[in-house]
């Protein structure tokens, strides 16, 4: 994987949401990008695209434009009035120059005509996800933890740490929230998926794991501390208030 596609999956484990009506290909595009370190949820019509928007917070959306119950244009016109923040690519068959225009000017950041290739799309993501101003994050210091989001790499002081893509995903995002409390639902808000159980014990066992990879542990913790609400990761002030 080259540095470009490293930086993109640097970011707090971008959550795409793929709208698109022909299952298969959804599914299809869906694991391939699941592959590259995106957490993706998938919908089939404008409407359903919709409601899920509300509820997540996701970092970019592939947007079909001939979708059942609301057009994809005026999905894009929707979404981007709330969210002027928020990524929209259009993954559409329409390619004709006025089709693009429309596209463009109801606020998609970019406009693929299928078929296409999808080292392109990924070229397209990574110009559009560029803009935002995390991707140019240095390395993350949190005592005497490091952490590489442009090259997947974690250190505990001189020691490189191996870990998996979600232990360094919850590792990123506690380490861009030193001190703060971290819900197990914004864990699996930006770490996982919207398939994800909410009663599920997978954070408590991923938390377990890279608790274990640090040399820490529940009862005594150097860095990732149990706390009213969620988890902690510790910085000399929040190691003061104990």
């Not at 959550?15 to 698109?20: A, H, N, Q, T």
């Not at 999808?118 to 110009?127: D, G, Y």
């Not at 971290?182 to 014990?201: G, I, K, M």
Request: charged share 30%.
């Amino acid at each position: 994987m080259n540095d470009e596609a490293l930086a993109v999956r640097g970011l707090d484990a971008m959550r795409l949401l793929l709208v698109e009506d022909e299952a298969d290909f959804a599914q299809a595009l869906a694991r391939r990008l699941s592959r590259e370190g995106f957490a993706v949820d998938i919908v089939h019509d404008g409407e359903a695209a919709l409601e899920l928007a509300d509820v997540h917070a996701y970092d970019l959306v592939l947007l079909d434009l001939n979708l059942p119950k609301i057009d994809g244009l005026d999905v894009c016109r929707a979404l981007r009035a709330k969210r002027p923040e928020l990524f929209i690519i259009m993954l559409t068959a329409r390619d004709g120059l006025q089709d693009k225009i429309a596209g463009l000017e109801e606020g998609a950041d970019d406009y693929i005509v299928k078929p296409f290739h999808f080292a392109e799309l990924l070229a397209r993501i990574h110009a559009v996800l560029r803009r935002d101003p995390r991707a140019r994050t240095p390395v993350l210091t949190v005592g005497t933890l490091r952490l590489d989001p442009l090259r997947r790499l974690a250190w505990r002081g001189d020691e490189r740490l191996s870990l998996t893509k979600k232990e360094f995903a919850i590792l990123e995002y506690l380490m861009r929230r030193p001190g703060e409390v971290v819900t197990q639902e914004d864990l699996l808000e930006h770490v996982w998926d919207a398939s994800a159980n909410p009663f599920t014990a997978s954070v408590r066992v991923h938390i377990h794991a890279l608790r274990r990879k640090l040399g820490d542990s529940a009862d005594a913790p150097r860095y990732i501390e149990t706390v009213p609400g969620g988890y902690r990761l510790r910085t000399d002030e929040s190691e003061s208030r104990r």
